[in-house]
Every structure is written in structure tokens, then in C-alpha cells.
Antibody, heavy 120, light 107 residues
Framework: QVTLRESGPALVKPTQTLTLTCTFS??????????VSWIRQPPGKALEWLAR???????YYSASLKTRLTISKDTSKDQVVLTMTNMDLVDTGTYYC????????????WGQGARVTVSS | DIQMTQSPSSLSASVGDRITITCRAS??????LNWYQQKPGEGPELLIY???YLQSGVPSRFSGSGSGTDFTLTISNLQPEDFATYFC?????????FGQGTKLDIK
């Protein structure tokens, strides 16, 4: 059974760095075709894809946020970490991680999401 | 960037109805289109991938079609658990944009 769970601070201040951890089970990120993506959703708005890391450590970022994002993995812990620098009020929302299959870009299992509020 | 436009943005229907949601891409994306269902407080659930392939475990009353720029999600014989928000997503090229969502509620 594949599960993913996001964790991190619920509240960050403007200009701070956000660090989110995705802890997963039921698959290995060292297996070919396996990837983990991060997606966010501002309140009442559409989903926005942020980044992806692959089993071979290839990384992909949203062009509009690339300078602020870093994605990494710890295969031994079954975790993927996303950092986002220089947080702003508009970054408030729910952040999801999802297992992604590289061969067909299926986001086939999602976490429940981590709510992040940016406020001073 | 490829923009995804869903219509309608909201829809009211009754149990047993058949409904269709449309997703239009700003340029051709071949068949690189996924559909998701999201219920309040939960993460999205994959329903359809590559335009028309039913994800394992998803009921057969869900179906997808289309290619190029125009795609549809059809739900036949609506069940109470189907009342949720639906999103399309293109996976043709980065950024892998989603549509703005279609909220399906009970009439």
C-alpha cells in the first residue's frame, strides 16, 4: 500500500525559508520510474506543480519558482525534502507531495497535504 | 506555458445523472492529460491518465476522451460519493499546469 505524508511548519514569516518533508512508504525511490513531485494549492485556487525528483536523482522545477526551490531525497529514510526560500504572503496554501511515474507522468498517489500560512 | 481551461467551473446534478466536464489546452498536448477528483480536506485522487486510461481501482462509470486540445471527463450514473471537485492536468511540458477545477454538487 502506497502512502505519502507531508510535514512541516504550519506558520512561517515573510522572507523565511520553508522546509517541507514528504515521508512515504510502499515504494522505493531507488526503483526505476519512481519519482516524487510537490504541488501546492492556494486557498480556493488551482493546483500548481512545483518540482519533481526522480529515482536517478534528476530534478525538475517550475520555471517561475526555480530560483527559490530545492528538492532532495534521502532514499534510506524514504523521504523527499522541499525547501522554498524567501516566503511571501502569496505562498500561503496547502502543499502536497505525490508519487509520480516517469514513464507516463501519472501522479497516482497523493498525501493529504500540509497547510502553510505565511504571516508576520 | 500551456494554459488549461475547464468548463463549467461549477455544475449541479442528481444521483443517477450523466455529466461531462470539458478541458481545453492552449496548444496541442497530444494525449498527455490526466483527470483528478478532490474532496474537501483530502489530496487529489487520479481518475484518468493519458486522456482515456482508467486508473486501477477507479469505477468504470468514469471515462475520458480527447486528444490535441480538447478533452472530456464523463461520469455516468452519478453516485453520492462523486460529488467533489475535478481537475485536469497536462503532462506534455513543464510547467505541468492544472485546470482551475469544476465543482460538482448535488442538485
Amino acid at each position: 500500500q502506497v502512502t505519502l505524508r507531508e510535514s512541516g511548519p504550519a506558520l512561517v514569516k515573510p522572507t523565511q525559508t520553508l522546509t517541507l518533508t514528504c515521508t512515504f512508504s510502499g515504494f522505493s525511490l531507488s526503483t526505476s520510474d519512481m519519482c516524487v513531485s510537490w504541488i501546492r494549492q492556494p486557498p480556493g485556487k488551482a493546483l500548481e506543480w512545483l518540482a519533481r525528483i526522480d529515482w536517478d536523482d534528476d530534478k525538475y522545477y517550475s520555471a517561475s519558482l526555480k530560483t527559490r526551490l530545492t528538492i532532495s531525497k534521502d532514499t534510506s529514510k524514504d523521504q523527499v525534502v522541499l525547501t522554498m526560500t524567501n516566503m511571501d504572503l502569496v505562498d500561503t496554501g496547502t502543499y502536497y507531495c505525490a508519487r509520480t511515474l516517469a514513464s507516463n507522468w501519472k501522479f497516482d498517489h497523493w498525501g493529504q497535504g500540509a497547510r502553510v500560512t505565511v504571516s508576520s | 506555458d500551456i494554459q488549461m481551461t475547464q468548463s463549467p467551473s461549477s455544475l449541479s446534478a442528481s444521483v443517477g445523472d450523466r455529466i461531462t466536464i470539458t478541458c481545453r489546452a492552449s496548444q496541442s498536448i497530444s494525449r498527455y492529460l490526466n483527470w483528478y477528483q478532490q474532496k474537501p480536506g483530502e489530496g487529489p485522487e487520479l481518475l484518468i491518465y493519458t486522456a482515456s486510461y482508467l486508473q486501477s481501482g477507479v469505477p468504470s462509470r468514469f471515462s475520458g476522451s480527447g486528444s490535441g486540445t480538447d478533452f472530456t471527463l464523463t461520469i455516468s450514473n452519478l453516485q453520492p460519493e462523486d460529488f467533489a471537485t475535478y481537475f485536469c492536468q497536462q503532462t506534455y511540458g513543464s510547467p505541468y499546469n492544472f485546470g482551475q477545477g469544476t465543482k460538482l454538487d448535488i442538485k
